[in-house]
């Protein structure tokens, strides 16, 4: 069934770029989905919903093309800059996978099947408060009230969580743009793109592809490309750090559960790093499916290749195995585009006691 599970995932994703006859199969069930969200839009825009909004700028980093398209490490990007600035930042999650459902900051005793693992990796790379809850708003508010001092919320995902507020949307896309351009499940979409941003509400257009792609009634969005790349510099459980170039001419196992496993493993390759075994995994794989390819091996010795894999995973693998390597996948985006974000953020900002940017 584990192995299963991220074939079938394949062959879904695969189909939704051309209109092909599975796209054509599911199309009745996509136009009900596309129905119930044009519904749930509108329900909040005609002022039938009650929209919250936060007592500092939120900035909601998300997608409407279903799968991963690298919004984490835009988060952590963005994250990254406004402490640059100098601003006290926290960040928001729904907390996907997690055994809890209240509203909870996550702490250095919380693992993946607590929070999430997105948000464990938020916390532990952002080093800033990170709240999860089904309702982002109720995440908001745990936030606020631990850390009354914060000046500027990012939201990890909820372009579609129309009960909040959002000053600033980020939509993320990779290369497939939108796909075929049909909603789910016959289509990538989540909702219809072009889609319109609230009133007073700025959206932004961000690709993390290795080109820009054109998308459907985006001549007025002036798409901003990330560049992406894997860091130099492994790490691992115990805290031991390794340049990505010691493994070149050595074989080592690769393990990937994200959306897109292939793509980790050919930024491996692209590092001159010779594979012996890749193992791809469904996006927010658990501990069981992770560990499954280890087990029956010793990780990390002389005597074995050694294991590597996204941060991701290793939040969830490093309890239990210390000695495999994760790469970061560092995002750098565009100054254009931060100065913009800076410029939407920073007028709203109220600075107590005369407080200057940095």
């Known amino acids: 069934m584990q192995t299963l599970r991220p074939a079938v995932e394949s062959l879904l994703t695969r189909s939704w770029l051309q209109r092909g006859a599975l796209a054509w199969v599911l199309l009745p069930v996509a136009l009900v989905f596309r129905w119930l969200t044009v519904a749930h839009r509108s329900w909040y825009a005609l002022g039938l919903g009650h929209v919250e909004r936060a007592p500092v700028p939120l900035v909601v980093v998300g997608n409407v093309v279903a799968g991963g398209v690298g919004k984490t490490p835009v988060v952590m990007a963005l994250v990254d800059h406004f402490k640059q600035r100098g601003l006290q930042v926290g960040i928001v999650s729904r907390g996907h996978g997690r055994s809890h459902t209240q509203a909870r900051l996550v702490t250095a005793e919380d693992g993946a099947q607590d929070v999430g693992d997105e948000p464990l990796l938020l916390w532990l790379r952002c080093a800033v408060p990170v709240a999860v809850a089904r309702r982002r708003m109720d995440a908001v508010r745990v936030l606020m009230q631990a850390h009354p001092q914060t000046q500027v919320i990012v939201s990890d995902d909820g372009l579609q969580h129309h009960a909040m507020w959002h000053d600033v949307a980020l939509c993320v896309f990779d290369d497939r743009g939108t796909g075929n351009g049909w909603p789910l499940p016959s289509g990538p979409l989540r909702e219809a793109w072009p889609r319109t941003p609230s009133p007073g509400s700025v959206q932004l257009v961000v690709q993390t592809g290795s080109s820009t792609v054109a998308l459907p009634g985006d001549n007025a969005s002036n798409p901003f490309l990330a560049q992406r790349q894997l860091s130099a510099v492994a790490r691992n459980g115990r805290g031991q750090t390794r340049a990505l170039s010691d493994w070149v001419g050595q074989p080592v196992h690769a393990l990937a559960g994200i959306a897109h496993p292939d793509r980790f493993f050919a930024m491996l390759v692209q590092q001159g790093l010779q594979l012996s075994t890749r193992h ?12 499954s390819p280890l087990l029956g091996q010793s990780v990390g010795t002389s005597e074995h290749h050694h ?17 495999v390597w994760a790469v970061p996948l560092i995002t750098t985006l565009p100054e254009p585009l931060l100065h913009r974000i800076d410029e939407l953020v920073l007028s709203k900002l109220s600075l107590p006691h005369g407080q200057q940017t940095a």
């Open 280 to 291: 791809a995994l469904s996006d927010h794989a658990t501990l069981t499916e992770l560990e």
């Open 307 to 323: 294991w590597l894999c996204t941060e991701k995973d290793a939040v969830k693998l490093w309890p239990h195995h210390p000695d």
